[in-house]
């Protein structure tokens, strides 16, 4: 790895590191996060790939709630780094997928840390505001912003500076069975996120979409494209159905909506 | 009059949506969003209260605590940038009345927030982008990156103009019926998506053998009979018929997964979905299920179950 490609890992991790709090662009989604990695190293497909296998296990990490979601940018960053290193190939996928959950996990503690600090930034921030010094306002709103780039940007540097060939062989001292073991978990640990955001979102009314949706996707025929058009009718198709039908409706429809909305407002 | 008046520009508002997309950068855990939604308006507030002494209020009126979903922030800087707009032209809005609206809309507005972006929009164009990425197809990352963005640029933008012009009308519309519409036709479509994205995407391959039964002669290939070279390569796909025809084995293995498969496809996947839903209600922390589920995943295999 030369110079200029350390630099542009770096950077892809300060950005991820960026929007893991901003939540804006997605440079944090394991998908953009483990492609830019893959692009900037030489290694586009094999970071495509492993981008795709742990997208599908985040889709339902959000920064809400009173549950925690786990860390999806030190996840895609370092475990795309460690995958490129490894110079297993796509045969390392799985071992990369494992490892990065705990790296999820120990994310989630740098970004507390991070955000404790920003309160402390805050109280310098009012300080400005009693002087009208605007300027120096977005300045520290600069610094925080840069703080949880650098939440990222500093694992990443420090995953570099291990020789390659020390990660080739403690990849390679792992057992077959671990390793198949690891993928196969990968394979089931997508669950988790569905299960999250179904406990966020599932109420009495919203059940039986599910049930069609799940019925339906066994046609292999369908792509998610598909299937998302006919998930949008039912809706529409039920709330258009539901105002025209009267009366009848009104009792129904408070008892159902005040459960998921109610519950999210609660969170905040 | 009209020449003193000071109005905001659609610059002026373009700059603002701009700086709102960093309304999170120093989240606290004392005030939240503060540090961000006072950046955000720093553009507007800095042409409409040139007075040093008022600049300094308005910072300041605006570093109070504040927390919704970050793009559901838009419309309520729409209307706190008409609130303040009028105020600096001279009307009697005083502190509260920013304030109320701000409080009054951040609740509901969060409420929607989630569940449309990132219990629907953001699982359906991740799984469409996923799907096509772990086959290698470079289009995927693009294709999430790019509707991802396109969606929120034009949410953000035309849903702050959309507050700035309504003003604090907009908070007869809320308690309306619309919000409440989207919110659940969001949920709903969101549940059918998930069940189809369990039925797809949760993998859970049991190994186990079944059953073990011969095949009577005649029944499958005989390899032995077949000519050589490629003729015989022929014959047998000839034979095997995309699978129509003759099997390829003396014996007919049936897996468990063959078992479950034959009820529903993808039912394994289903039920480890109700588990973890389940442990989740019990507040058992999400790390440790997806750690659990590793351990399992490696012993089962050891064990070959899986």
């Known amino acids: 790895m030369n110079a200029i490609q350390v630099i542009l890992i770096v950077v892809v991790a300060f950005l991820a590191g960026m929007e893991g709090i901003l939540d804006q662009w997605q440079f944090h989604q394991p998908l953009v996060a483990c492609t830019l990695i893959g692009l900037v190293t030489g290694n586009l497909g094999l970071g495509v790939m492993l981008g795709g296998q742990l997208q599908m296990i985040a889709l339902g990490w959000a920064n809400i709630g009173a549950a925690v979601a786990p860390d999806a940018a030190l996840a895609a960053i370092a475990s795309a780094i460690i995958l490129v290193k490894g110079g297993q190939g796509t045969a390392g996928i799985g071992t990369a997928t494992g490892v990065a959950i705990p790296l999820a996990v120990a994310g989630l503690f740098l970004t507390m840390i991070v955000r404790t600090i920003s309160t402390a930034i805050v109280h310098i921030m009012d300080a400005e505001a009693k002087k009208s010094n605007w300027r120096m306002i977005n300045i520290w709103q600069w610094i925080a912003v840069a703080l949880q780039g650098l939440r990222i940007a500093i694992p990443a540097a420090a995953l570099l500076a291990i020789p390659s060939d020390t990660v080739k062989n403690a990849l390679g001292s792992m057992p077959t069975w671990l390793s198949a073991g690891m993928t196969i978990g990968g394979g089931m640990v997508v669950a988790v996120g569905y299960a999250m955001v179904i406990n966020m979102m599932a109420s009495r009314e919203v059940w039986p979409f599910f049930a069609i949706g799940f019925a339906f996707a066994a046609i292999q025929n369908l792509t998610l494209i598909a299937l998302g058009a006919i998930g949008l009718s039912l809706a529409l198709m039920y709330l258009a159905l539901e105002s025209k039908g009267g009366n009848n409706g009104n009792s129904g429809n408070n008892s159902a909506t005040g459960d998921p909305l109610g519950d999210v407002i609660d969170d905040y | ?306």
């Open chain 2, 1 to 306: 009059m009209a020449d003193k008046k000071i109005s905001l520009n659609k610059a002026d508002r373009f700059s603002v949506m701009w700086h709102s997309q960093f309304l999170q950068g120093s989240w606290n855990y004392e005030r939240m969003q503060n540090g961000g939604w006072a950046y955000s308006l720093i553009p507007a507030l800095r042409k409409l209260y040139p007075d040093k002494a008022d600049l300094s209020a308005a910072l300041q009126r605006h570093l109070v605590f504040f927390n919704t979903h970050p793009y559901l922030a838009s419309p309520i800087i729409g209307v706190t940038l008409a609130l303040e707009e009028d105020r600096a032209n001279g009307s009697k809005i005083d502190d509260t009345a920013i304030q109320g609206v701000k409080v009054g809309m951040m609740g509901p507005l969060a409420g929607v927030g989630d569940p449309v972006f990132w219990y629907t929009v953001r699982p359906i164009v991740g799984a469409l982008g996923a799907s096509m990425a772990i086959n290698g197809n470079i289009l995927g990352p693009i294709l999430f990156f790019v509707i991802w963005n396109l969606i929120r640029i034009a949410f953000l933008w035309y849903t702050q103009e959309f507050g700035y012009r309504a003003g604090s009308a907009i908070t007869k519309d809320m308690s309306g019926g619309l919000l409440q519409k989207v919110t659940r036709g969001a949920s709903m479509m969101g549940m059918f998506v998930l069940g189809a994205l369990i039925q797809r995407w949760v993998s859970i391959k049991f190994v186990p053998i079944v059953s073990k039964v011969q095949i009577q002669k005649g029944g499958y290939i005989d390899w032995n009979a077949l000519p050589s070279g490629a003729a015989g390569v022929k014959d047998a796909l000839t034979q095997y018929n995309l699978g129509n025809g003759l099997a390829l084995d003396k014996f007919k293995v049936t897996t468990l997964q063959n078992n479950l498969d034959s009820l529903i496809p993808g039912l394994a996947g289903l039920l480890l979905t109700f588990l973890c839903m389940w442990l989740l209600k019990k507040k058992v922390s999400p790390i440790w299920i997806i750690i659990g589920i590793f351990v399992v995943g490696v012993v089962f295999h050891l064990w070959n179950i899986l």
